[in-house]
């Protein structure tokens, strides 16, 4: 599949470059090492960090219908882009920089709200933190919008918004493996444990959990690649709900399978979808705008087919 | 008595402008036994058990657990000592019976390590001990309560720890559950293990007790054998309302006095 996607595109045709081309072409060869590989190695590594980071936050939450987005990280990083883009620079690495500090920011925001929240257990005071966090950043895009020069600085922001890895170099690669890689690393390291934390408090505890680090430790780690990787893509949605669902649906409830499928599943979504982003029209279609269509048709189908479970006693 | 946990002193409040839920409660747990922890709803019960398993920390007082105290314990040692079965446990997963079990092997896998053979096969005979092997792959949430109790205790034995905490392991089952659990629970006393429950029903203590610790608003009521604690007056004063204590050929039982009730 992944040798597949370098081939597909719309050079010198759309959808296929042949291998002859590809071997006689150097414009061919440039274009597939130069932009398509970094892009596709991108975007296999965005679909695997968000469905880790869905898996564990999904566990840790003890909610199957918690995302990446859900503790102000990616309304964080929207905010963050959008100053850059606006005041500080828009060269793609200072948009990334300030994008990742500012989901770390809210993520700290919220993680620090959670424990000043006198009622409540520890899931419903950080959903609740997370909630006002991402309001907080979601109206400061807002005012940005508005303040932002509608001719050049508003469009960019717009696409940003809307995700893709259009512009995707070998560079910004660098910059987001060595947050991306750590983050899949500690997730598949710890794919049983985080079962236990998915119990009772009382319970994980009396099994030997420290709830509180291990938590902050997967955390951390899932939440800063998911970050990073947000800032060069852009907020796309959907991935990190939907697949880890899709995962546990055939792998059974224990992460210890769940989560690396979720973590396959989650890159040969994401390359695919980018292959469509890419190909199917002449422009290119902003890649979180597929990833939400084709998710919300897999949600809705898996709703009404399937039957989603959510149990929310307790 | 050979003792295998005391507290001493014991104060708890949930937060410093709540209410008082044990106060200087001091208490000792024989080794070896089926400890019933008796007394009405709210008194502070589950609390206690938490305390003993290193959940909550009183604000004073102190904890010892076989012969040192809470605080020298790690968190894994501790797990290794003392399991718990919690009132309700709510799994908002679809885990399977054998692999909720299996996560009583937690105590000896560092947060990175994969259950191996062994603990596989300690997972299996534990769901045979429970009497649940062929439950193994049906998922937990979707079995009756009485089935799920047994699958708790089944997580229990996995953990292999010899002193067992159940906060009312009873409630809510019909009769004969009941007497599964509860001859478990008796089986497991005979086989060595420490074992520590909670409920509000005096007839489910009496049938699996062997020690028999009433409580009342935050302390200690009584404390000792059947004969010393099972008492119509101890029992008529906490529960605030008129009972009799049946003996007869091998059985004591509580009723409620229906002649003095208003």
Not at chain 1, 116 to 128: K, S
Not at chain 1, 255 to 273: D, N, Q, R, V, W
Not at chain 2, 223 to 252: F, M
């Amino acid at each position: 599949m992944f040798l597949a996607s370098l081939l597909i595109g719309r050079y010198p045709e759309p959808f296929w470059m042949p291998l002859r081309v590809l071997r006689d072409d150097p414009l061919a060869r440039q274009l597939v090492l130069k932009l398509r590989l970094p892009r596709l190695i991108t975007a296999l590594l965005l679909g695997m960090v968000l469905s880790a980071a869905g898996s564990a936050l999904q566990m840790i939450f003890r909610n199957p219908l918690v995302e990446p987005g859900f503790l102000g990280v990616s309304q964080g990083a929207a905010f963050g882009a959008a100053v850059s883009i606006l005041w500080l620079n828009r060269h793609p690495l200072v948009i990334e920089l300030s994008a990742t500090v500012f989901s770390l920011l809210a993520l700290a925001g919220a993680y620090f709200l959670s424990t000043r929240i006198r009622y409540g257990g520890w899931v419903l005071r950080l959903i609740l933190s997370g909630v006002a966090v991402s309001a907080l950043f979601s109206a400061g895009v807002g005012v940005l919008k508005y303040i932002a020069d509608p001719l050049t600085e508003l469009p960019e922001l717009t696409f940003w918004m809307l995700g893709g890895l259009y512009s995707v170099t070998w560079r910004d690669l660098a910059f987001v493996l060595p947050f991306a890689l750590p983050g899949i690393g500690v997730a598949y390291l710890m794919r049983w444990r985080v079962n236990l934390l998915s119990l009772n408090d009382e319970t994980a505890f009396s099994l030997g959990a420290s709830l509180g680090r291990e938590r902050l430790i997967l955390l951390l780690f899932t939440v800063s690649a998911t970050a990073a990787l947000t800032a060069i893509s852009g907020i796309i949605g959907w991935i990190g709900l939907i697949i880890p669902h899709i995962a546990r649906r055939i792998f059974g409830a224990s992460a210890e399978k769940s989560l690396p499928a979720a973590m396959l599943l989650g890159g040969l979504f994401s390359m695919i979808a980018d292959d469509l982003a890419r190909t199917l029209l002449p422009g290119e279609i902003p890649l979180g705008i597929l990833t939400s269509a084709i998710g919300a048709i897999l949600f809705i189908y898996l709703m009404i087919s399937l039957g989603i479970k959510v149990r929310s006693h307790g | 008595m050979d003792k295998i946990i005391s507290l001493e002193g014991i104060h708890f409040q949930y937060h410093p402008l709540d209410p008082v839920v044990l106060s200087d409660l001091s208490l000792d747990i024989p080794s070896q036994k089926v400890t019933a922890i008796l007394g009405p709803n709210g008194t502070g019960k589950t609390t206690l058990l938490h305390i003993l398993l290193g959940l909550l920390k009183p604000s004073q007082g102190n904890t010892w657990v076989a012969g040192k105290e809470h605080r020298e314990y790690s968190r894994r040692q501790l797990s290794r000592l003392i399991g718990l079965v919690p009132q309700f446990e709510s799994i908002p997963f679809n885990f399977t019976v054998y692999e909720y079990t299996l996560m009583g092997r937690s105590p000896y896998l560092n947060p990175f390590q994969l259950p191996g053979n062994t603990d596989h096969e300690i997972a299996c005979q534990s769901l045979e001990a429970a009497g649940i092997l062929h439950l193994a792959e049906k998922p937990v949430m979707e079995i009756s309560g009485g089935e799920r109790q047994l699958v708790h205790i089944a997580r229990v034995f996995t953990q292999g720890t010899p002193i067992l905490l159940l906060d009312e392991p009873t409630a809510h089952l019909d009769l004969q559950n009941q007497n599964r659990i509860l001859s478990l629970l008796k089986k497991m006393a005979a086989g060595g293990a420490t074992t520590v429950m909670t409920t509000h029903d005096p007839n489910a203590a009496i049938y699996a007790a062997d020690y028999f610790v009433l409580m009342n608003r935050g302390q200690i009521a009584a404390a000792g054998p059947i004969e010393e604690v099972i008492t119509a007056e101890n029992l008529s004063a906490i529960y605030q309302t008129p009972i009799r204590v049946e003996k007869g050929n091998g059985y004591v039982m509580v009723v409620m006095d229906k002649e003095r009730m208003q």
